[in-house]
């Protein structure tokens, strides 16, 4: 008899999950070698007859060394058996099907490969995750985290969304190394255990959070998706599901494109933004809270990324603040990033809020004083005009002897503070927490939609905005760019935002009387108003 072996991928777990060729194969099988999660179901498919080797791999335990498998493979086909090699997913996803192949090819052996269905499809389907959606991911990469250092996480953080098999011990490694590397720490996150089986497991959370939510827990063997699609899961999933979760009617969302999965009130039948397409500049990878705003008004959003977000250049100085932080009386916090990469040291260097019972926190704006507060912290301070350069004409007590730490970005932050600070007997210590950048390009529909004159409004909520946004559209278009903006209303969130659109394209036509989104959105809906009676 001549041999034959047949490398068979069994699915994400679940036998149900297995092919019609594949369920053929192993009723006929001779011989039996397989894989470690295997659902034992299968085994019930096979002739008494059927001999059978365990080369299951598991983390940690005793297993057949690769070489051993591909020279059992070999030896039972030289025998004239026809064999089945079952692997766990599909056989060329992280399978080392490629070393079994070439062990069959060089003894002249006969084989064919069976494909099977990836755990890393089949687990974010069956957890509810779309891992394409028209806005929020164009693309997604599989990767394994079973070697950390051979990966490119620069690029990585660039792929809207990551699907990682193999990584649970090194879960803390892999979500310091994004944030690190400039993926934002609310980035949403789904850990998947045992995918498709009667005991399978979810986790959400955020780059973050998710190490906290999980501490204690056993995760392997898991599948990690991470990216804005997990949080669309909330909204997809089945009625009956075993997971299923009512959204909470106080739930918010970063993205813009959420808005087709929630029950929302329907907006007012002539909404002040009807008919208006508005271009908003923002910081890659951030929420999208002010899109969302103004599609409540009736506008057509187009995004056009125009801030980097990313960790600074080094963490020192930053991580020796926090290691004397009884040192100092007041902690200032004026942007939402600068309160997220705080809280990413402070848990990088294993402390949490406790470590800030000394101090009083200072806060600038609404959204700041949100994000803070999601972190189980408070602000003991807001300025009433959400303006950072006016903290100290509202400071609540006096400044002279006072130590503040100024946790900020790296290049390009608030002089203006801190001399004023320093004029009134404070001590200022600056530490960088985040940088940002422009980004390379430009993005394709933004650049589509002001070529095509189809923008009425671009909007701007601080002058780095302003000002990378200006160095994309020179990048693209050359010296013309400013006529692309000709017929183009320029919404400004605040004086000093105004001040660098005068200074780079020559004029403002909206200012918010409230320097915040909200208020934002209001003066563009009044503007519109006005504009069409």
Same mark, same amino acid.
């Given at each position: 008899?001549?041999?034959?072996?047949?490398?068979?991928?069994?699915?994400?777990?679940?036998?149900?999950?297995?092919?019609?060729?594949?369920?053929?194969?192993?009723?006929?099988?001779?011989?039996?070698?397989?894989?470690?999660?295997?659902?034992?179901?299968?085994?019930?498919?096979?002739?008494?007859?059927?001999? +059978?080797?365990?080369?299951?791999?598991?983390?940690?335990?005793?297993?057949?060394?690769?070489?051993?498998?591909? +020279?059992?493979?070999?030896?039972?086909?030289?025998?004239?058996?026809?064999?089945? +090699?079952?692997?766990?997913?599909?056989?060329?996803?992280?399978?080392?099907?490629?070393?079994?192949?070439?062990?069959?090819?060089?003894?002249?052996?006969?084989?064919?490969?069976?494909?099977?269905?990836?755990?890393?499809?089949?687990?974010?389907?069956?957890?509810?995750?779309?891992?394409?959606?028209?806005?929020?991911?164009?693309?997604?990469?599989?990767?394994?985290?079973?070697?950390?250092?051979?990966?490119?996480?620069?690029?990585?953080?660039?792929?809207?969304?990551?699907?990682?098999?193999?990584?649970?011990?090194?879960?803390?490694?892999?979500?310091?190394?994004?944030?690190?590397?400039?993926?934002?720490?609310?980035?949403?996150?789904?850990?998947?255990?045992?995918?498709?089986?009667?005991?399978?497991?979810?986790?959400?959370?955020?780059?973050?959070?998710?190490?906290?939510?999980?501490?204690?827990?056993?995760?392997?063997?898991?599948?990690?998706?991470?990216?804005?699609?997990?949080?669309?899961?909330?909204?997809?999933?089945?009625?009956?599901?075993?997971?299923?979760?009512?959204?909470?009617?106080?739930?918010?969302?970063?993205?813009?494109?959420?808005?087709?999965?929630?029950?929302?009130?329907?907006?007012?039948?002539?909404?002040?933004?009807?008919?208006?397409?508005?271009?908003?500049?923002?910081?890659?990878?951030?929420?999208?809270?002010?899109?969302?705003?103004?599609?409540?008004?009736?506008?057509?959003?187009?995004?056009?990324?125009?801030?980097?977000?990313?960790?600074?250049?080094?963490?020192?100085?930053?991580?020796?603040?926090?290691?004397?932080?009884?040192?100092?009386?007041?902690?200032?916090?004026?942007?939402?990033?600068?309160?997220?990469?705080?809280?990413?040291?402070?848990?990088?260097?294993?402390?949490?809020?406790?470590?800030?019972?000394?101090?009083?926190?200072?806060?600038?704006?609404?959204?700041?004083?949100?994000?803070?507060?999601?972190?189980?912290?408070?602000?003991?301070?807001?300025?009433?005009?959400?303006?950072?350069?006016?903290?100290?004409?509202?400071?609540?007590?006096?400044?002279?002897?006072?130590?503040?730490?100024?946790?900020?970005?790296?290049?390009?932050?608030?002089?203006?503070?801190?001399?004023?600070?320093?004029?009134?007997?404070?001590?200022?210590?600056?530490?960088?927490?985040?940088?940002?950048?422009?980004?390379?390009?430009?993005?394709?529909?933004?650049?589509?939609?002001?070529?095509?004159?189809?923008?009425?409004?671009?909007?701007?909520?601080?002058?780095?905005?302003?000002?990378?946004?200006?160095?994309?559209?020179?990048?693209?278009?050359?010296?013309?760019?400013?006529?692309?903006?000709?017929?183009?209303?320029?919404?400004?969130?605040?004086?000093?935002?105004?001040?660098?659109?005068?200074?780079?394209?020559?004029?403002?036509?909206?200012?918010?009387?409230?320097?915040?989104?909200?208020?934002?959105?209001?003066?563009?809906?009044?503007?519109?108003?006005?504009?069409?009676?």
């Amino acid at each position: 008899m001549v041999g034959k072996v047949y490398i068979v991928g069994a699915g994400p777990g679940r036998s149900d999950y297995l092919t019609l060729r594949s369920q053929r194969l192993l009723q006929q099988a001779e011989v039996l070698i397989y894989d470690a999660l295997i659902d034992s179901a299968v085994l019930e498919w096979l002739r008494d007859t059927c001999e +059978r080797f365990d080369v299951g791999k598991r983390g940690g335990k005793p297993s057949p060394k690769q070489a051993e498998i591909d +020279r059992l493979l070999v030896q039972q086909c030289q025998l004239g058996k026809q064999v089945v +090699r079952l692997k766990s997913g599909d056989p060329f996803i992280f399978g080392r099907t490629t070393s079994e192949i070439q062990a069959l090819q060089a003894a002249g052996c006969t084989f064919e490969v069976v494909p099977g269905l990836s755990s890393a499809l089949a687990a974010p389907l069956l957890a509810s995750i779309p891992l394409t959606d028209p806005a929020l991911s164009p693309c997604f990469t599989v990767l394994t985290a079973h070697d950390l250092h051979r990966l490119d996480w620069a690029a990585l953080t660039r792929v809207q969304t990551l699907v990682i098999l193999m990584g649970a011990k090194n879960l803390a490694a892999i979500a310091q190394t994004l944030v690190h590397f400039g993926m934002r720490p609310q980035t949403p996150i789904a850990i998947i255990r045992w995918a498709s089986q009667p005991q399978q497991q979810i986790w959400h959370g955020t780059l973050l959070n998710i190490v906290q939510k999980t501490k204690g827990e056993s995760l392997s063997p898991c599948i990690m998706v991470i990216g804005e699609v997990v949080a669309l899961g909330e909204y997809l999933r089945p009625i009956d599901s075993a997971y299923s979760q009512k959204p909470s009617a106080t739930a918010t969302h970063d993205s813009a494109s959420m808005m087709a999965y929630r029950s929302d009130p329907i907006a007012p039948s002539q909404p002040p933004l009807q008919n208006k397409t508005v271009l908003v500049t923002r910081a890659m990878g951030q929420s999208s809270q002010f899109s969302d705003l103004l599609q409540r008004q009736g506008a057509t959003v187009v995004e056009m990324p125009a801030l980097e977000i990313r960790a600074p250049s080094s963490w020192r100085e930053l991580d020796q603040a926090i290691a004397q932080m009884s040192q100092f009386h007041w902690l200032i916090l004026t942007s939402a990033n600068a309160v997220t990469f705080f809280c990413v040291r402070l848990l990088a260097q294993g402390l949490d809020a406790r470590a800030l019972a000394t101090l009083k926190i200072a806060v600038v704006g609404k959204k700041t004083n949100q994000v803070l507060r999601q972190r189980g912290l408070s602000a003991d301070f807001i300025p009433p005009d959400f303006v950072a350069d006016g903290m100290v004409a509202h400071w609540p007590q006096p400044l002279a002897g006072q130590r503040l730490l100024f946790p900020r970005v790296e290049t390009g932050g608030r002089a203006v503070l801190v001399k004023d600070f320093t004029a009134q007997g404070a001590e200022v210590v600056e530490v960088a927490a985040y940088e940002s950048g422009c980004p390379s390009s430009i993005a394709p529909e933004a650049l589509a939609a002001l070529q095509n004159r189809r923008v009425d409004i671009v909007t701007f909520a601080s002058s780095k905005t302003v000002g990378f946004a200006c160095q994309l559209l020179q990048k693209s278009l050359g010296e013309p760019w400013r006529e692309s903006l000709e017929a183009v209303a320029i919404a400004s969130i605040g004086p000093q935002t105004s001040e660098t659109c005068r200074d780079l394209i020559g004029r403002v036509d909206i200012e918010a009387v409230e320097f915040t989104l909200d208020g934002l959105t209001q003066a563009i809906a009044q503007w519109a108003s006005a504009s069409s009676d």
